[in-house]
């Protein structure tokens, strides 16, 4: 009875979500209505993404995604990727051979129909271009083909969703193309120049520096104005905190050369020792 002078849209939320209002403010949902609420589908996706976070090893790893395959969403699939990197910087991780190759295969088929339907966010892309090199590592190479077509549909669908970018989302898909040593296509460059140069103001100077370190690193074409800004940028702002020795060091070592030769040729499979370094 006390329920029946509810709204009905009210009630309807709280019998699909897990919680009311007063639990989601009492655990810091949040000052808007409603805010904090978790609806109970998303609870089994949520325990999944925490599995894939938490493995300690890649076998483990392989298992729950292979087991979890059709469950799969962006965000679980981005956590495989991300914890795959993380499990190999930590030393962790050997080649994968023969049911291990396969079940790390279903999940790049499923990376690749993700990409080509653009339901990956750019925040997804980026994640995703940065961590793959760890999946190459332990592949040891021997599926170049397979890979590319994956980096080719994530190219195509962040150039779709450019303008959704983020100055970070920016820098860490760049830099994932360096440690991948993929040449970016002209259509991708011409679209990330007019995203940058439209959104100059809400780049940090370390994230500044990273984009000019890595458009060097990569041998791409890009406009005198937009080196030029993105240098003044961190030349700037260098006495700020976020702004390492590293990362000035890269920004000059990338103005030094990008009028130059260095800067417009053609890259090359291997790179020069010094791109290397």
């Known amino acids: 009875r006390r329920r029946r002078g509810r709204n009905p849209r009210e009630r309807r939320c709280f019998r699909c979500f897990g919680e009311s209002a007063r639990g989601a403010t009492r655990r810091g949902g949040g000052g808007r209505a409603g805010a904090g609420r978790v609806p109970l589908r998303h609870a089994a996706e949520n325990r999944l993404n925490d599995r894939i976070l938490s493995a300690d090893k890649v076998e483990n790893l392989l298992d729950i995604t292979t087991a979890n395959i059709e469950s799969l969403d962006r965000v679980t ?10 499990i190999s ?8 051979k023969g049911a291990q190759l396969e079940q790390w295969r279903e999940g790049r088929k499923l990376a690749q129909v993700f990409a080509e339907s653009d339901l990956l966010s750019p925040n997804d892309i980026s994640c995703v271009v940065s961590s793959m090199r760890s999946g190459q590592n332990m592949q040891n190479g021997c599926e ?8 080719l549909a994530l190219q195509d669908s962040a150039t779709k969703q450019i303008e ?3 100055p970070r989302n920016t820098a860490h898909l760049l830099v994932g193309m360096v440690q991948l040593r993929l ?5 991708f460059i011409v679209a990330l120049e007019s995203k940058i140069m439209s959104s100059l103001d809400e780049f940090q100077p370390h994230v500044a520096a990273n984009v000019l370190w890595a458009l060097r690193k990569l041998h791409v074409a890009v406009s005198p104005d937009l080196v030029q800004s993105m ?26 050369d990008s009028t130059g030769k260095g800067g417009r040729g053609e890259s090359s499979a291997g790179g020069s020792r010094q791109d290397r370094d």
């Open 77 to 86: 699939l981005t956590s495989v990727y991300q914890r795959l990197s993380q």
């Open 89 to 96: 910087r930590r030393g962790q991780s050997n080649q994968l």
């Open 144 to 151: 170049p083909k397979t890979d590319m077509k994956l980096l």
């Open 164 to 166: 959704k970018f983020r």
């Open 183 to 187: 040449k970016p296509n002209a259509s």
């Open 231 to 256: 240098g003044d940028l961190v030349t700037r702002e260098s006495k700020a905190p976020t702004v390492r020795l590293k990362l000035i060091a890269r920004s000059i070592w990338a103005l030094s």
